[in-house]
């Protein structure tokens, strides 16, 4: 029986929405077009938009509409676009009517969630297809631990049901990222090591597709296994607009919470925790940080700290066992023994404003890790021009039962490694000039080669999308991309859902 826990609508949003739409609509309306391919798919009858909003009952909102630009704002500010109009699915059948009308109109378009995705890939000057007001929760089978959740959900609210649950999947620490990219880019989080990615705890998903077919619940069998092999890794946009995903879930009980730093003999630190944690159980999760901080001054002084955070479930051992005598070292340290699971999610969890970065990514193995590379890490992050916000880089604990899915067992290709590394630069306009801002992405290249030279680092995770990478395609999904390819040919010849670094139809 299907047990709901969370029906909740923003119904007032989507009134205002359907009103609006009939009521501010110009004749002709060109929005904000970069180039004159652009113009024409952004140029529509305003007849067209009053069409839509007759077909979407969850809304349409035209720009002079209350909240439109708050809802149009992405997270990464880099790529705040206005579109030409927001469409706020509230069902499979809005879904089905917005991909209709896109294609009818030959217009533009972008799907959101959380719009969290790094490199504005769910920004568009033309439709964006909003997916959060379907964000129902529901109790599939408490034996068998089944919960589905609504296509545009956010991240807080799966929690928040969830911890009412008293159980858990591979969830990250961002409250307002939305589930839907976090999954099909496969989703990491403190858990992974003890339950694989969140894409491998997808039990199924609903996705309509290029030609507006709604496929229900497809699972790894079935006509459509190919297709759902597809959403467990090949990133959102990519294969149609999903409209929910079942998730296997597990009981939880009690975690010891750490977040510990090192203000000095920081390369040492960092060296000893790189290779030493590797060895931990997988009951243990974290991520490493070098911080350089805000408005620091490049040189042999600058302070960088190294800090990290995450969790021990029950399993026999310390965490003191774990870390051994580095843990002497810390600057600082607060650790919270046995509390309850849910509360210690309140510790690490984050909130950040929308702001501007650029993020590269890519994957270590521990052995590779030498002292020399660690240095060398430190040498230049003490060169960095730095802007007036914190920037680190970071090393996400992968490993434990990530690696126990073969590479090819789903789209998310990137198993055997130890460490998602992670460099990132971080910038406010109005603080930092766009000659500083240069000299930072530029100094980021740079990093990012030598680091990888220096470690073997390889590949890019797909939910960190990097703008700058030129080849992409093999770093996200290295061997995998073949079969991608595939897969979007048969469900997306056309290939309508596109963006920047979209998957390619064979
Ligand atoms: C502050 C912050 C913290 C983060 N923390 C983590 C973390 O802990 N772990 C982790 O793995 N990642 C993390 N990420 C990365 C994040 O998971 C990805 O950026 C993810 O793709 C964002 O999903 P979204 O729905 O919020 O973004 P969106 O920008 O809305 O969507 C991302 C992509 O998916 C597409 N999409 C959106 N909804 C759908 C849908 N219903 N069907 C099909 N395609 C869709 C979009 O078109 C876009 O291409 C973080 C990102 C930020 C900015």
């Known amino acids: 029986m299907h047990k709901t826990i969370q029906p909740s609508r923003r119904s007032f949003l989507a009134g205002a929405g359907q009103v609006a739409a009939a009521a501010t609509v110009a004749n002709v309306l060109p929005f904000h077009a970069a180039s004159a391919k652009e113009a024409r798919a952004t140029r529509i009858e305003a007849s067209a938009f009053k069409d839509l909003a007759g077909a979407v009952k969850g809304g349409v909102l035209l720009p002079d509409d209350p909240f439109f630009a708050d809802m149009a704002r992405p997270n990464n500010l880099r790529f705040n676009t206005l579109p030409a109009a927001i469409a706020r699915c509230s069902s499979e059948q809005d879904v089905q009517a917005c991909v209709a009308w896109v294609r009818k109109h030959d217009f533009k378009f972008a799907v959101r969630s959380g719009g969290h995705n790094y490199a504005g890939f769910s920004t568009t000057p033309g439709l964006l297809i909003d997916m959060t007001l379907m964000d129902e929760v529901s109790l599939l089978s408490r034996a068998e631990g089944l919960v589905k959740i609504g296509g545009g959900i956010l991240n807080s609210a799966v929690y928040k049901a969830l911890e009412r649950l008293n159980c858990t999947i591979t969830h990250g620490r961002c409250d ?50 190919d297709l759902f092999w597809a959403c467990r890794g090949g990133a959102g946009g990519n294969f149609g607009i999903n409209t929910s995903f079942t998730l296997r879930v597990v009981p939880v009980d009690t975690v010891t919470f750490f977040n510990i730093t090192w203000a000095t003999e920081v390369e040492e630190v960092l060296h000893t925790l790189l290779t030493r944690l590797a060895e931990a159980p997988p009951e243990f999760g974290s991520k490493i940080s070098a ?54 999610q309140d510790l690490l969890s984050e909130f950040t404003y929308p702001y501007f970065y650029q993020e590269k990514s890519s994957y270590m193995r521990a052995r590779d890790i030498t002292r020399d590379a660690v240095a060398a890490m430190f040498r230049m992050a003490r060169d960095m021009p730095g802007t007036s ?15 126990a899915t073969a590479a090819d067992a789903t789209a998310y290709v990137h198993r055997g490694y130890d460490w998602l590394f ?37 590949g890019a995770f797909q939910n960190f999308p990097d703008p700058s990478l030129k080849d ?26 596109t963006y920047g670094q979209g998957i390619k139809p064979a």
């Open 472 to 497: 992409w395609a093999t770093a996200y999904y290295g061997d995998n991309y073949a079969r991608l390819r595939q897969v979007k040919a048969t469900y997306d010849k056309g290939d309508l859902f």
């Open 422 to 458: 992670s460099s990132e630069v971080n910038w406010w306009d109005r603080k930092d000039p766009k000659s500083l801002v240069d000299q930072n992405l530029d100094w980021q290249e740079r990093f990012y080669a030598d680091v990888n030279t220096a470690t073997k680092g390889r």
């Open 291 to 344: 911080t350089v901080p805000a408005n620091s001054r490049p040189g042999t002084g600058r302070p960088i700290t190294v800090s990290i955070l995450g969790q021990l479930h029950k399993c026999g051992t310390t965490l003191e066992a774990i870390f051994g005598p580095v843990l002497e070292k810390a600057s600082q340290k607060v650790i919270k023994r046995d509390i309850p699971y849910w509360q210690a």
């Open 389 to 403: 916000l914190g920037n680190s880089f970071k090393f996400f604990q992968v490993g434990g039962q990530v690696n």
């Open 176 to 225: 307002t990222v939305g589930a839907a990219g976090f999954l099909l880019g496969g989703g990491i989080g403190f858990n992974m090591r003890m339950l694989g990615m969140a894409s491998d705890l997808l039990h199924s998903t609903s996705i309509v597709t290029a030609d507006g077919t709604l496929h229900d619940d497809i699972q790894d069998s079935g006509a459509d296994k």
